[in-house]
């Protein structure tokens, strides 16, 4: 148990579908993360929030959007994918973006499958 | 730009045996490393971090080494356990930029 819970943990969708993934933290953090992660592929980082506010949108298509109601819930709304979109989404958060520690509490993450 | 690699993509070791894994950087202003763990089916971990300032970490069975001339960082775990079966993820970062990842490398503890 990392105090960082998401949800689904598997979801597939076809290509005009919509979902949405859920991100929720119980460590009292400010700030919130989505990574995706490919196989042989670096963690790639896709969107920051710190305070609720979006701090870094890291050249994300505009079919992912994030959306962070508080600093312990973050979501990311997911419409008209493409396959190579398949991957494992991975929420994390620390106590402050760019706190210099690095140290990112990440949760199990979303297996996404866009068919 | 700067990139965060391993030497490895895979390593093998004897259950009870010191495994060592190994990470370049390219980045010469980065201040701080961290590994990450990732097991099966679960995100990744933070196992330690080291600061630039540094050379040398130690935690319980883990022991981080930073090379800074050669841009160098290595993971070592001595008297390696089946749970120690995972993905290890080597990081950088530099003051408040955010954290870059390496590919990983695949650690495997052979009973």
């Known amino acids: 148990e990392t105090g960082v819970t998401q949800t689904p943990r598997h979801l597939v969708m076809g290509m005009t579908n919509k979902k949405s993934l859920k991100c929720e933290q119980h460590l009292g953090h400010n700030a919130m993360y989505w990574y995706k992660q490919s196989a042989k592929k670096p963690l790639e980082l896709m969107f920051v929030?710190?305070?609720?506010?979006?701090?870094e949108n890291n050249s994300v298509p505009s079919r992912f959007s994030p959306e962070c109601p508080n600093s312990s819930h973050l979501f990311l709304h997911l419409h008209t994918l493409q396959p190579e979109d398949s991957a494992l989404y991975l929420c994390?958060?620390?106590?402050?973006?760019?706190?210099?520690?690095?140290?990112?509490?990440f949760g199990e993450g979303s297996r996404l499958t866009v068919l | 730009g700067e990139s965060v690699g391993l030497h490895l993509p895979t390593l093998s070791v004897q259950e009870g045996d010191n495994s060592i894994i190994n990470c370049a950087y390219s980045?010469?202003?980065?201040?701080?490393f961290i590994w990450y763990k990732q097991e099966s089916g679960k995100g990744p971990q933070f196992i330690i971090d080291?600061?630039?300032?540094?050379d040398k970490r130690q935690g319980q069975r883990v022991t981080v080494l930073l090379n800074k001339t050669v841009k160098h960082l290595s993971l070592q775990i001595a008297a390696t356990q089946p749970g120690d079966s995972a993905v290890y993820f080597c990081?950088?970062?530099?003051?408040?930029?955010?954290?870059?990842f390496g590919t990983g490398t695949r650690l495997t503890i052979i009973p």
């Open positions: 980045n010469s202003a980065s201040d701080y």
């Open positions: 990081a950088e970062g530099f003051g408040n930029e955010k954290l870059t």
């Open positions: 080291i600061r630039s300032n540094m």
């Open positions: 929030y710190n305070f609720k506010e979006q701090t």
């Open positions: 994390a958060s620390s106590p402050l973006a760019g706190g210099g520690t690095g140290e990112l509490f």
